[in-house]
């Protein structure tokens, strides 16, 4: 099993920043996808980005050349980096896991843009 520790969420006023960070711990891989979904009131889940082992990066359109996101592969450890954040940017942030087995959630950290 992976165990997560999801932290930075918050409010925030449109246009502010917000850095989110997860730290996974138990059964990680050597190979393995780490990213971030969002979902939204009344939405279905989607994936925000996501990084690779190898540092390949992948962006939902609606946040390229806003959000960054990055990994830290010793610590096991992804942050998402949002920027210019807009009041569509609302809803609860999941980390994920994704190995070949599967793909598994963290239980999210709510993020609120004010206009």
């Known amino acids: 099993q992976v165990q997560f520790v999801e932290s930075g969420g918050g409010l925030v006023q449109s246009g502010g920043s917000l850095r989110l960070s997860c730290a996974a711990s138990?059964?990680?891989?050597?190979?393995?996808?780490m990213g971030w979904y969002r979902q939204a009131p009344g939405k279905q889940r989607e994936l925000v980005a996501s990084?690779?082992?190898?540092?390949?990066?992948n962006y939902i359109d609606s946040v390229k050349g806003r959000f960054t996101i990055s990994r830290d592969n010793a610590k096991n450890t992804v942050y998402l980096q949002m920027n210019s954040l807009k009041p569509e940017d609302t809803a609860v942030y999941f980390c994920?896991?994704?190995?070949?087995?599967?793909?598994?959630w963290g239980q999210g950290t709510q993020v609120t843009v004010s206009s």
């Open positions: 990084i690779t082992s190898g540092g390949t990066t």
């Open positions: 994920s896991y994704r190995d070949w087995t599967g793909v598994v």
């Open positions: 138990g059964s990680i891989r050597s190979i393995y996808t």
